[in-house]
DNA sequence: ATTGACTTTGACGTAAAAGTCAAATTTTCC
DNA sequence: GGAAAATTTGACTTTTACGTCAAAGTCAAT
């Protein structure tokens, strides 16, 4: 239990490369433990590298996930931070549900293309 | 009818810059007409503009939107070339599917964390 | 104790997608 | 038809998110 991951056990299950990992930890998104010099990522990290690259895959940039991250780590207790927050929250749910109506979007017309393509191989491939 | 728009109309419409659009032409996306040397944008440009900004949105990289418009431009007529459609339009669907994942798990944190933040806010301000 | 695999640090490089700036046209508007 | 505003071109710069070395350190196993 409570094992630590090495950095290339982390690598290789998310596809990303080491230089990735030490540059999010460079940018302050992650701080994995340390024997020497060698890092030790516990599953927090882990957990957390999944959430860094959740953000990635929707466009997020380093500073945003940073934000993000340090929204979690210690949240406004102050009403006007607060208040800010949930504006900020409010911006990116529109970002967001704009980015899913684009994707829905797209995906219909992959839809068209796929059927168009269907139907001009049955046209040309009547005997293949 | 059959109007021109002028560059800084469409500039000011999508809220892009002039060097944008025309750094879009550079890289061969779109083909506005020319009076002397100034631009001149159709409707039918002005059409591929809002799906090059759909495509930008959703993290499409140039070169993809510019494959995505040539396939609407001329469409593959050879079996292989078909079927190599298909399985790239395959996975593109898969990463779309991939994101739209991504998004609806970040509006529910974002939810959460409206919440939470709405929570605090009655705690703290009860009087407020 | 040596080989070989892994890891770290630091410096420099790079690709994508524009931004910026200057100079030369061009167009528009009165 | 001439000033002001808009547009073009080209060159150079910037930012983000890593990639790519090189050199040195570390660890595990033989």
């Keep these: 239990m409570n094992k630590y991951y ?27 433990e340390r024997r020497g010099r060698t890092r030790l990522f516990r599953s927090a990290d882990r957990r957390l590298i999944m959430e860094i690259l959740r953000g ?10 940073r934000e993000i991250i340090q929204v979690y780590r210690d949240p406004p207790g102050e009403a006007g931070q607060l208040r800010l927050l949930m504006k900020r929250v409010e911006e990116k749910r529109d970002e967001l549900n704009q980015k899913r109506k684009d994707i829905e979007e797209t995906l219909e017309e992959l839809n068209n293309v796929e059927e168009a393509c269907l139907t001009r191989l049955a046209e040309i491939g009547v005997g293949t």
Aim: avoid cysteine; aromatic fraction near 10%.
């Design 56 to 65: 990635r895959r929707i466009g997020f940039t380093i500073a945003e996930i």
């Design 6 to 32: 090495t950095i290339t056990e982390l690598t290789r299950e998310f596809g990303v490369s080491t230089r990735t990992l030490r540059f999010y930890e460079d940018e302050g998104l992650i701080h994995p």
